[in-house]
């Protein structure tokens, strides 16, 4: 299974993004799914997950305002992210959780908040 995040782009502070992950294959064997980003020159951090029960968590950074959820009918992960700030500029990937066993990584997809 290939994962492939897509919607990122450039928005204004205090806006909304919907992020999708797209899967080559089914997801429903994937017992938790994330969503984790890369802004420059820091490390790579989650910021959602989701079990397969439909159970999620989020960082302190982005509780709140973002929303994760997945639908294993159309084999993608979503997520919803209001109230855009500017910290949240970053690359943004989806993937398993915990990272050690993560698939390959995608490219990922660009979110840019402006001030």
């Known amino acids: 299974v290939q994962l492939q995040a897509s919607g990122g782009g450039l928005v204004q502070a205090g806006g909304s993004l919907r992020l999708s992950c797209a899967a080559s294959?089914?997801?429903?064997?994937?017992?938790?799914m994330g969503w984790y980003r890369q802004a420059p020159e820091k490390q790579r951090e989650l910021v959602a997950f989701?079990?397969?029960?439909?159970?999620?968590n989020y960082a302190d950074s982005v509780k709140g305002r973002f929303t994760i959820s997945r639908d294993n009918a159309k084999n993608t992960m979503y997520l919803q992210m209001n109230g855009l700030k500017p910290e949240d500029t970053a690359v943004y990937y989806c993937n398993k959780v915990p990272i050690g066993l993560a698939l390959r990584w995608g490219q990922g997809t660009l979110v840019t908040v402006s001030s």
């Open positions: 989701i079990t397969s029960g439909g159970v999620t």
């Open positions: 294959g089914s997801i429903s064997s994937i017992n938790i």
